[in-house]
Structure formats: structure tokens, C-alpha cells
């Protein structure tokens, strides 16, 4: 069956442009999670979905990221008034119950770069 | 809070070597524990897990034991091949950490001919 897919693949903006990162997780799986990937780091946990509720966003750096899931499948990641900072590989997963037992199915990422 | 400490890498192996790639962590309560690896150009993919202690997990000829009176989950391949190279990630997650995924920094392994 599809896996997780990211829309764009790759993001090219300008410093203070707003942008938006989609995921589109497994069909049927309830949890969904965004990490960031610094070059040569470990994904770094940002925000995580139970349905169509943020469950926990205790990872997202300040108030210009958010993100919504309003029907419990698609994602949206979006970033204000981006900062050369924000460069980064931006990854979704998902999972069938949100269990820490369960496997995390990666997206391939969305490669940000802020100019 | 969880983390998670990965040998320092990269490492460089000569094909049918033997690997072992060290991860210890640190966790409030009962965490799961994964392998995930990056292949060139690829996205991130499990490699194996365990969700309890002396759980062993194992996949493509890797395996590793969750220890928990060591708190480690060392990975380890008797014979590595050049299509193992790639970036291996230990991972950790919990219920009290809201089963988020914590993730080492990564260790590059090039398998050479």
C-alpha cells in the first residue's frame, strides 16, 4: 500500500516568507508526528497528532511554526516569517494508535532552505 | 527527560566484518527501542525494534538486545555487506514522553569492498 508522501520534496524560500509543508500520513492510521532533521543530526520531535487534536507541541521552537490536521488524515506544517534558521529536512510519520510500541512509517521529508 | 547516546561514528568497514554499533539511553519508565537506518537518497526505515526487556530484535542479518540493566541496545551484523552502508539511528520511545520518537545523532557506516 502508499506510505507516507510529503509535498513539495523540496522548498527554496526567502528570509520573512511564509510556507507550508504537506502530509499525507497511511491511510488509517490515527497518530501522526513531525520531526525536523538538522544536517548531521538526529530528527528532532516538533509536533504530534492524535486524531484530529494536537496531542503534544511542546517541540515546536516558538510561535511561528504550527500545524493542523483538521479531518485526521492530512497535515499541513506551516512556518511564518521563515529565518535561515528554519533550513532544515522536514519529516512526517505516522502510526496505526499512537502507542509507544508502534512503528513510526516515515515520509521521505521536505527539504527547506531559507535564503 | 529521554535521551539517547550513539558511538561516535562514521565508521569504516571492510565487507564481511563483524559491527557492532553502541546506543545506551536514558528514560523515564518502560521505553521501546528501534534502529531506524537511511540509506543514500532514502527516507528513514525501521530496522528492528524491541518493547521490553531481553527482547531481541533482529532484520536483514542485524540484531540487538534491549539490556536494561545497562540501558543499552547495541546493534551489531556478524558480516556486513557494502549495501549496509548508511546512517543508523537509535531511537527511543515512551508512554511518559507522550510516544514521541528520541533520536541518537546518527552513525554513518561505509562498507568497503
Known amino acids: 500500500g502508499a506510505g507516507v508522501s510529503q509535498t513539495p520534496s523540496n522548498k527554496v524560500t526567502e528570509k520573512g516568507k511564509y510556507v507550508e509543508l504537506r502530509c499525507d500520513p497511511i491511510?488509517?492510521?490515527?497518530?501522526l508526528y513531525w520531526y525536523r532533521q538538522s544536517l548531521g543530526q538526529g530528527p528532532e520531535f516538533l509536533i504530534y497528532f492524535q486524531g484530529t487534536g494536537a496531542a503534544d507541541d511542546s517541540g515546536l521552537p516558538n510561535d511561528r511554526f504550527f500545524a493542523v490536521r483538521p479531518e485526521g488524515s492530512v497535515s499541513t506544517l506551516k512556518i511564518q516569517r521563515t529565518e535561515r534558521g528554519d533550513s532544515a529536512v522536514y519529516l512526517c510519520?505516522?502510526?496505526?494508535?499512537?502507542?509507544?510500541?508502534?512503528?513510526?512509517?516515515f515520509g521521505p521529508g521536505t527539504r527547506l532552505t531559507v535564503l | 527527560g529521554d535521551s539517547v547516546t550513539q558511538m561516535e561514528g562514521p565508521v569504516t568497514l571492510s565487507e564481511e566484518a563483524f559491527l557492532t554499533i553502541n546506543c545506551t539511553y536514558t528514560?523515564?519508565?518502560?521505553?521501546?527501542l528501534f534502529w531506524y537506518v537511511q540509506y543514500p537518497g532514502e527516507g528513514l526505515q525501521l530496522l528492528l525494534k524491541a518493547t521490553k526487556a531481553d527482547d531481541k530484535g533482529s532484520n536483514k542479518g542485524f540484531e540487538a538486545t534491549y539490556r536494561k540493566e545497562t540501558t543499552s541496545f547495541h546493534l551489531e551484523k556478524g558480516s556486513v555487506q557494502v549495501s549496509d552502508s548508511a546512517v543508523y539511528f537509535c531511537a527511543l520511545s515512551s508512554e511518559a514522553s507522550g510516544s514521541r520518537l528520541t533520536f541518537g545523532e546518527g552513525t554513518q557506516l561505509t562498507v568497503n569492498p
Open positions: 491511510s488509517g492510521h490515527t497518530a
Open positions: 510519520a505516522s502510526s496505526p494508535l499512537g502507542q509507544s510500541t508502534d512503528t513510526q512509517y
Open positions: 528514560a523515564t519508565g518502560y521505553p521501546s
